[in-house]
């Protein structure tokens, strides 16, 4: 594996983890990462890049859960990740079973940590009030863990990513046009918008939501429709929003732990909520997920505007007013006169099961898939060059390999609270839609 060289299209945690795990592990390899930002840019179109992420090992998927711990340990422990991690607790207000099966988890796995299903009553009790207010209609407990947090994102992104270019990493700011292939049918490489070729033994597409326009794109110049996503991977956006807090209020928030509003799939996603930044900036993601299907080629095909930066920083009203009624259903009276200063489109790949696809592509040697974060995936980034390296070189255990294979048999959504419901021309202003 040492001579092979290896294209990794894609600077988010997926690509970036893989390449600090491949050049770490062959030193003397070809390892070149190409994004289509720097991977120091002040704004980048990466899901991984934002303020703040969840960092936390509550799965009731006890693979997940195992895989988060692990990742988790070393966000804890890696003096690389260790600076980035803020060990607040998570407060999850579960309208399930979901608190008595993370707790279930952790004694399966063997992990010992500060964690309960608490009453409601006591529930509200707890961190001096600050989620008195919430909405707890329907909820069965509240799932209170000392040990889960958060991590200042696009800063950890950028200190692995330095660090990598450091061991020898290669990185390229380029526009992803297309895949080349050779005569026998094989994955030799890509090519950019400007025509530019790079080549490589491997390629590895950790293009996040800009994946199935990428493969379409592939299956047509090349004449190859296997190539193609298919209904595997769908683009989704999801809108994050956040508020400056005064002084006061910044004192009685500073320790807060990060806030999730847990639903069935019947009510639809996760609503999230941050604790500030350092610039006293709380956060909240909201509870729309949506595509923006269109035409690519002649399939129609959920991918993020065409913009350079997929106008992330273009949020209409009605997406504006998701994050409104995240500040409600948390905070309620306490938040009510809370002005968001600053909103986000966060667009990631999904798959129905919200299962990463970690696995080589069926219709052409060479070519391999590391990516479907489905807004879950940054918590698994100091651990998801490890499984990827595990994958190209044949070594996952048949679990996984099963799990995230690019040909598995998918279920259908209808159990997933967080696949995309709506669809983003829907949520336009309305002389945005005339």
């Not at 711990?69 to 990740?81: C, G």
């Amino acid at each position: 594996m040492a001579s092979e060289s290896y294209l990794i299209v894609g600077a988010g945690v997926f690509g970036v983890s893989t390449a600090y795990e491949l050049i770490r592990k062959y030193p003397s390899a070809s390892v070149t990462i190409v994004d289509r930002d720097a991977w120091d840019a002040e704004s980048r179109v990466a899901a991984s890049w934002d303020w703040n992420k969840v960092v936390r090992a509550d799965y009731d998927d006890i693979i997940y859960c195992k895989l988060a711990l692990e990742a988790q340990d070393i966000f804890r422990d890696d003096p690389l990740y260790q600076p980035y991690f803020h060990q607040t607790g998570i407060y999850w207000i579960c309208r399930s079973d979901y608190a008595g099966e993370v707790i279930d988890n952790y004694k399966k796995l063997g992990r010992k940590a500060e964690l309960s299903a608490v009453p409601v009553s006591e529930a509200r009790k707890l961190y001096g009030g600050l989620f008195e207010d919430a909405d707890y209609s329907g909820v069965k407990d509240v799932l209170v863990n000392k040990t889960s947090g958060w991590a200042n994102a696009g800063d950890a992104l950028r200190a692995v990513t330095k660090k990598s270019i450091e061991l020898g990493v290669k990185y390229i700011v380029a526009d992803i046009e297309s895949l080349q292939f050779g005569k026998n049918g094989a994955c030799t490489g890509i090519k950019t918008a400007k025509g530019h070729v790079y080549l490589a033994s491997k390629v590895i597409l950790c293009t996040g939501a800009f994946t199935p326009k990428l493969l379409e794109q592939a299956a047509k110049a090349s004449g190859k429709p296997a190539i193609s996503a298919g209904e595997r991977i769908v683009a989704a956006g999801i809108t994050t929003g956040m508020t400056t807090l005064d002084e006061e209020s910044h004192k009685r928030f500073a320790e807060m732990p990060v806030g999730v509003q847990g639903y069935t799939a019947a009510a639809g996603p996760f609503i999230g909520s941050l604790p500030p930044t350092r610039d006293r900036e709380l956060k909240w993601w909201g509870q729309k997920i949506f595509r923006n299907t269109q035409n690519i080629l002649g399939r129609m095909i959920s991918a993020p505007p065409p913009e350079p930066d997929y106008a992330q920083w273009k949020v209409p009203n009605p997406l504006k007013q998701d994050i409104d009624y995240a500040n409600h259903v948390f905070y309620g009276k306490n938040g009510a006169s809370w002005k968001m200063e600053k909103h986000r489109i966060c667009w990631d790949a999904f798959t129905t099961s919200s299962d990463f696809i970690i696995s080589p592509h069926s219709g052409a040697e060479g070519l391999y898939i590391a990516t479907c974060g489905s807004f879950h995936g940054y918590k698994f980034f100091p651990v998801l060059g490890k499984y990827v390296t595990q994958m190209l070189e044949g070594q996952l255990e048949p679990e996984l390999r099963e799990k995230w294979s690019w040909d598995r048999e998918r279920p259908g959504p209808e159990n997933n609270p967080d696949w995309p419901r709506y669809e983003m021309r829907d949520l336009l202003d309305v002389k945005a839609r005339l």
